[in-house]
């Protein structure tokens, strides 16, 4: 069955760019959507579509798709920013998350 | 805009069916799917399944002999049932919105989830 793959956390330094990386197999070939999710609170969908951001996402939120990565950016990543972040895709039969990863603004 | 609102028993025993109801407000259940997504204690993201607003329905290949999901275009809500239900299944409980097609949009809209404890 396919898998995604996420790294556990990820740190970024206030004001600089994060980049939270997806893998699996040939994901290039899948749409990919971008969940983000704080503490407490439901999940809230920050990209659709491997790049495309709903309305009301900063424009500091961009995601890209290619070979076996997918990867989310944050650009001038702020506290708000933290957060766990969820990559989704559609794998023929079920809906697949993948684990997870756990964003720190330091 | 749209507004989802999960409710159910907070607690359910061991063996026994487990059963939610997402209300959906300030809008129409007609050409969306609709979908539930479960949270575990301290864990990720597990898909459950889907309803179209047609009734066709769809669910995880783990779950899928014990996931049942309703629609009741009336009443503007959609249901789940879990049967058989253990204390893995305890969890916080999500409904979601999803436009067609399903693999192009993402969930849009998302309940604010409810928690479900499998205990006797």
């Known amino acids: 069955s396919y898998e995604l793959t996420q790294p556990l956390s990820v740190s970024v330094a206030l004001g600089q760019t994060a980049r939270i990386p997806c893998g699996g197999n040939?994901?290039?070939?899948?749409?990919v959507h971008w969940y983000q999710q704080k503490p407490g609170q439901a999940p809230v969908l920050v990209i659709y579509?491997?790049?495309k951001r709903p309305s009301g996402i900063p424009e500091r939120f961009s995601g890209s798709n290619s070979g076996n990565t997918a990867t989310l950016t944050i650009s001038r990543a702020q506290a708000g920013d933290e957060a766990d972040y969820y990559c989704?895709?559609?794998?023929?039969?079920?809906?697949?998350f993948g684990g997870g990863t756990k964003l720190t603004v330091l | 805009q749209v507004q989802l609102q999960e409710s159910g028993p907070g607690l359910v025993k061991p063996s026994e069916t487990l059963s939610l109801t997402c209300f959906v407000s300030?809008?129409?259940?007609?050409?969306?799917?609709w979908n539930w997504v479960r949270q575990p204690p301290g864990k990720g993201l597990e898909y459950i399944g889907y309803?179209?607003?047609?009734?066709?329905?769809n669910s995880n290949p783990s779950l899928k002999s014990r996931v049942s999901i309703s629609l009741d275009t009336s009443k503007n809500l959609f249901s789940l049932r879990l049967s058989s239900v253990t204390a893995a299944d305890t969890a916080v409980y999500y409904c979601?919105?999803?436009?067609?097609?399903?693999?192009?949009?993402?969930?849009?809209?998302w309940g604010q989830g409810t928690t479900v404890t499998v205990s006797s």
């Open positions: 979601a919105r999803a436009p067609p097609p399903l693999t192009d949009f993402g969930m849009d809209v």
């Open positions: 300030g809008g129409s259940i007609s050409g969306y799917y």
């Open positions: 309803i179209y607003y047609s009734g066709s329905t």
């Open positions: 040939n994901i290039g070939s899948k749409v």
């Open positions: 579509r491997d790049s």
């Open positions: 989704q895709v559609w794998d023929s039969i079920t809906v697949l």
